[in-house]
């Protein structure tokens, strides 16, 4: 594992349209992370924000008083693993993503079952996540089989899939990525632009396993897919109309391509665009940039990999069209388009370079399809 300093953040996979991956943590690493309160801000259509009145969506709010671990947010839901492990979800559920037995959106948070978590990933309209036991479960939307257990069939709550130990999995639009305990990487669901990376456009209803190299991270984004591999090189694959993968042109790839020489320790995958921090500390974006979300503020896209200011960075994620980060310093940045508060800067402009929102021990942080959860430890 490529570690250069051992911080709090402990978050293993992300959320919709970019999971956001600091290290890929195993379990026995995250057996007693730390706990704090979790803020949200944005879009609250369907009740992602876990706030039944919300008197401002542009500023942080407190969801409910429990202690949380973890939080991922999807294009319309939220997942959250609380201080004791278990499971609570909230928002958008017309596919079932909360799982919770039935399709009814929930305006606060509510549990899913009584297991204990290590970690999820909210999709789009899927959710992934791993137990205590190191099992993976799915459920939510499985039109092209991206809960990954051989079928197309929506699943009301959470379903296992097969029987192996699991790192780290990160939810897509309708694709997923995992990493297994042996360190092998496999994918599944949709595939159209490659995003899987097993060389074809072929759907995979079941998790397939992607070359035989070692990983230590991956983010699934809208159709696009990331990855850093043991060696610490950097690794992407799928949709590439923006420049997204940062390989200097456009134009789709269907397997893992290797993304200049540098040694990374953390990537995001967004809508259309990428985040990744390299070994020094130093932030990068490329692809999509017209409402400003690479941060570097100019609006161009951008083909490869540009810095992002000169400071460092701790922790990053991409959202729909904006993104957030964590300086080494402890304070909670974030840019990009912000037309319903998700940036939680307290206005509705858009931002083309980060932002300050707060100062603190952030343990999670997580950007979905139009609102933002953060954790604060105590």
């Known amino acids: 594992m490529i570690c250069t300093r051992r911080i709090s953040i402990l978050f293993i996979s992300v959320c919709l349209l970019g999971g956001s991956v600091v290290v890929a943590v195993s379990p026995a690493d995250s057996a007693i992370p730390p706990v704090g309160q979790a803020y949200a801000f944005g879009g609250n259509t369907f009740g992602e924000l876990g706030i039944e009145i919300v008197d401002d969506p542009s500023i942080p709010s407190q969801v409910g008083s429990q202690s949380w671990k973890k939080v991922s947010a999807g294009g319309g839901h939220s997942l959250g693993i609380q201080a004791d492990g278990t499971l609570w979800s909230w928002g958008f559920n017309d596919q079932g993503q909360l799982g919770i037995g039935n399709t009814s959106n929930q305006s606060v948070p509510t549990q899913v079952g009584i297991q204990k978590w290590l970690t999820v990933a909210a999709g789009s309209r899927h959710s992934l996540g791993i137990r205590a036991d190191g099992t993976l479960w799915a459920w939510g939307h499985n039109f092209v089989g991206q809960l990954g257990n051989g079928n197309t069939t929506n699943q009301l709550v959470p379903a296992q899939v097969g029987s192996q130990k699991w790192q780290t999995v990160s939810a897509g639009d309708a694709h997923s990525l995992g990493i297994r305990a042996d360190g092998s990487l496999r994918a599944w669901g949709r595939g159209e632009q490659g995003q899987l990376g097993t060389g074809n456009t072929a759907y995979q209803l079941v998790p397939t396993q992607v070359g035989v190299q070692k990983w230590l991270a991956v983010s699934a984004g809208d159709n696009h897919s990331l990855g850093i591999r043991a060696d610490g090189s950097l690794r992407a694959w799928g949709y590439n109309h923006k420049g997204q993968l940062g390989i200097g042109v456009t134009g789709n790839r269907l397997i893992p391509t290797k ?78 388009w ?30 979905g399809g139009g609102h933002t959860l953060v954790v604060l430890g105590a």
């Open 259 to 336: 993304v200049g020489a540098a040694t990374w320790l953390a990537i995001s995958a967004g809508h259309d665009h990428s985040l990744g921090i390299r070994a020094d500390g130093s932030l990068r974006a490329w692809g999509r940039n017209d409402s400003g979300q690479l941060g570097d503020g100019t609006g161009i896209d951008r083909l490869f990999p540009v810095q992002v200011g000169i400071h460092k960075w701790l922790a990053i994620d991409a959202g729909d069209h904006h993104s957030l980060g964590v300086r080494a310093n402890g304070s909670l940045r974030s840019w990009g």
């Open 338 to 367: 912000n037309p319903d508060g998700r940036l939680g800067d307290g206005t509705t402009i858009t931002r083309l370079a980060p932002v300050v929102i707060d100062t603190g021990d952030w343990l999670s942080i997580s950007g």
